[in-house]
């Protein structure tokens, strides 16, 4: 049973930072190419960032030069650290795997002053 859990979200101001996390567990493979995606109220889901096992990553343009995945295989976790957050960033953030093509529950940021 695969599982993936985010932690990291919560109410910040607009210009502030936050790191979010998703681990992973149940199989090895569950890491091989692993994304965030956020969904705003009223909004569909979107594509925010991946990476691969080997550390290459893609980045939706909205978020390029603020955001910034990485990865702990040791750790089988998934980080998203977001930078110079704008009112338009609050959504439910959520990690994905590709390899099961499983999600996370979703945590919560509000950029708010």
């Known amino acids: 049973q695969v599982q993936l859990v985010e932690s990291g979200g919560g109410l910040v101001q607009p210009g502030g930072s936050l790191r979010l996390s998703c681990a992973a567990s149940g199989s090895s493979f569950t890491m091989n190419r692993m994304a965030w995606y956020r969904q705003a109220p009223g909004k569909l889901r979107e594509w925010v960032a991946s990476i691969n096992r080997i550390g290459s990553t893609s980045y939706a343009d909205s978020v390029v030069g603020r955001f910034t995945i990485s990865r702990d295989n040791a750790r089988s976790t998934v980080y998203l650290q977001i930078t110079s957050l704008k009112i338009e960033d609050t959504a439910v953030y959520y990690c994905?795997?590709?390899?099961?093509?499983?999600w996370g529950q979703g945590t919560q940021v509000t950029v708010s002053s």
């Open positions: 994905h795997a590709l390899a099961c093509d499983c």
